[in-house]
C-alpha cells in the first residue's frame, strides 16, 4: 500500500529524518515509536505531505506520490490526524467533522459516515452543536479522528493521539484505534507509549535520532535488548 523508501526530511540544511524505509499494507495496523525529539512527527508529516522529501521516494501502490500538490494527498485516501488535534475550536462540533468531508466522494456519503462516527463516539452526538472548544481533552481527540474518518481514508495517519489523556482515556482511545482497523481502515501510528503502542501493532518501528534503528513484530522488539533496557524499564 504506503511505502517510504530511503526518505529524508530536512529543516533548512540539517536532517530531521535521515534514510527512513517503512512499509504500511492493505489493513495493516503499524506504530512508530521512539524518544522526544526523535523525528516521529516529521516523519509521519512528510507521509502526509506536509513536508517535502529532500531523498528517497512515496510511493502508495507503486505510485510516487511526492510528485501530487498537498492536497491531493487526500483524494489519495490519506488521512492526518495531527499532534495536538489542530480542531478549529470556535466551530461546532458537527462543522469540525463536516469539514472532514469535503471530498467530492465524502460529501456524497457525508450523513451515513456522520452516523458511523456518532456510532465510535457516542459522546459526541451529545454536543454537536456546541463550539470545540469547551471539549474535553479526549472528546476533542476523539473529535480530531472523528473529523479524519469522515474523509473515508484507506490510511489513517495518528500522531500522538495519548498525548495529555488520562490513563483511562488512552485506554479508550487505544480500544477505539483497534476497532477502526478492524473495520478495514490502515492505521499507522507515532506514540511514545511504547508499552502499549506494542500491545496494539501488527508491525513497529523505532525512530531514533532520525534513524529507524530497529523493525520487526511487537515481540521481536520486546526481546531487543535496547528496546527492553531504554523503552520498557526492563
Do not use: W
Not at 467533522?97 to 458511523?116: H, I, P
Amino acid at each position: 500500500m504506503l511505502e517510504l523508501a530511503g526518505a529524508t526530511v530536512t529543516y533548512g540544511a540539517a536532517p530531521a529524518v535521515s534514510e527512513a524505509s517503512l512499509r504500511v499494507e492493505e489493513r495493516d495496523l503499524v506504530v512508530v515509536v521512539g524518544p522526544n525529539g526523535a523525528g516521529k512527527t516529521t516523519l509521519i508529516n512528510a507521509m502526509a505531505g506536509l513536508h517535502p522529501l529532500a531523498a528517497g521516494t512515496l510511493r502508495l501502490d507503486g505510485r510516487d506520490l511526492a510528485r501530487l500538490p498537498r492536497h491531493r494527498y487526500c483524494d489519495e485516501g490519506i488521512a492526518l490526524v495531527p499532534e495536538g488535534r489542530r480542531l478549529f475550536t470556535g466551530m461546532t462540533v458537527r462543522e469540525n467533522l463536516e469539514l472532514g468531508s469535503y471530498r467530492a466522494a465524502a460529501k456524497a456519503q457525508r450523513a451515513r459516515t456522520l452516523e458511523r462516527v456518532l456510532g465510535t463516539f457516542p459522546v459526541l452526538r451529545e454536543k454537536l452543536e456546541l463550539p470545540a472548544g469547551t471539549l474535553s481533552g479526549g472528546q476533542q481527540q476523539m473529535l480530531a479522528i472523528g473529523r479524519a474518518l469522515m474523509a473515508l481514508p484507506r490510511l489513517l495517519l495518528l500522531d500522538e493521539p495519548s498525548l495529555g489523556l488520562a490513563p483511562a482515556i488512552v485506554h479508550e482511545m487505544f480500544r477505539v484505534i483497534r476497532e477502526i482497523n478492524a473495520g478495514g481502515v490502515a492505521v499507522l501510528l507515532v506514540e511514545q507509549n511504547v508499552a502499549m503502542a506494542l500491545a496494539l501493532a501488527r508491525r513497529a518501528y523505532v525512530l531514533e535520532e532520525g534513524r529507524i534503528v530497529a523493525q520487526g513484530t511487537p515481540a521481536e522488539l520486546r526481546g531487543h535488548p535496547h528496546i527492553e533496557r531504554a523503552y520498557l524499564g526492563h
